[in-house]
Antibody
């Protein structure tokens, strides 16, 4: 079964740090670009970060640039998000998501597999 | 990049059709066909329903269809069913340093 499982969420004080993990199974993780998407309580989806299959290309939303770092370990089938200098507004469920490829192996820039999410609460 | 604009809510009776709009600008929705749609029932992760404006992943019922005209993309649900009640989000990919943006979200209610 193709699956993504996030972990590492929790309660952290403003200014603190947290590292999220996303464990992939059921597919060739090293062949796919991956993303982090978050959703604040009662709010909409917000794209956070992208990493290519080889880690050669990385992008961040302006709201997290300079504070968050995305990375991956293809040998461990794992995706990570290091979150530093956390703010109240970073409180959200964080999802990892895989980018869909078509039958020809080309990316179509949509997210076909999502994890169940991990909750991050930033509060004093 | 600003969030794409969706109506906060739409509703319809079982069997009816509803359409959700996703409005951007000539620089984003009007210039790219990388529009996707996601369904999110309460308390669950999003599910991909449409990609590249009008393509359905395997397993998605053909009651769901997508289109685009100018700066507005649309998702239509035909033959509305109770299990279609959820939040729906559009998303767009652009060739920028912040490549993905989501819409503001629309709550679909089945009356």
């Amino acid at each position: 079964e193709v699956q993504l499982v996030e972990s590492g969420g929790g309660l952290v004080q403003p200014g603190g740090s947290l590292r999220l993990s996303c464990a992939a199974s059921g597919f060739t993780f090293s062949s796919y670009s991956m993303n982090w998407v978050r959703q604040a309580p009662g709010k909409g989806l917000e794209w956070v970060s992208y990493i290519s299959s080889s880690s050669s290309t990385i992008y961040y939303a302006d709201s997290v640039k300079g504070r968050f770092t995305i990375s991956r370990d293809n040998a461990k089938n794992s995706l990570y998000l290091q979150m530093n200098s956390l703010r109240d507004e970073d409180t959200a469920v964080y999802y990892c998501a895989r980018e869909l490829k078509n039958d020809y192996g080309d990316y179509v820039f949509a997210f076909d597999i999502w994890g169940q999410g991990t909750m991050v609460t930033v509060s004093s | 990049q600003s969030a794409l604009t969706q109506p906060p809510s739409v509703s319809g009776s079982p069997g009816q059709s509803v359409t959700i709009s996703c409005t951007g600008t000539s620089s984003d929705v009007g210039s790219y066909n990388r529009v996707s749609w996601y369904q999110q029932p309460p308390g669950t992760a999003p599910k991909l329903m449409i990609y590249e404006v009008s393509n359905r992943p395997s397993g998605v019922p053909d009651r769901f269809s997508g289109s685009k005209s100018g700066n507005t993309a649309s998702l239509t649900i035909s033959g509305l069913q109770a299990e279609d009640e959820a939040d729906y989000y559009c998303s767009l990919y652009t060739s920028s340093s912040t490549p993905f943006v989501f819409g503001t979200g629309t709550k679909v209610t089945v009356l």
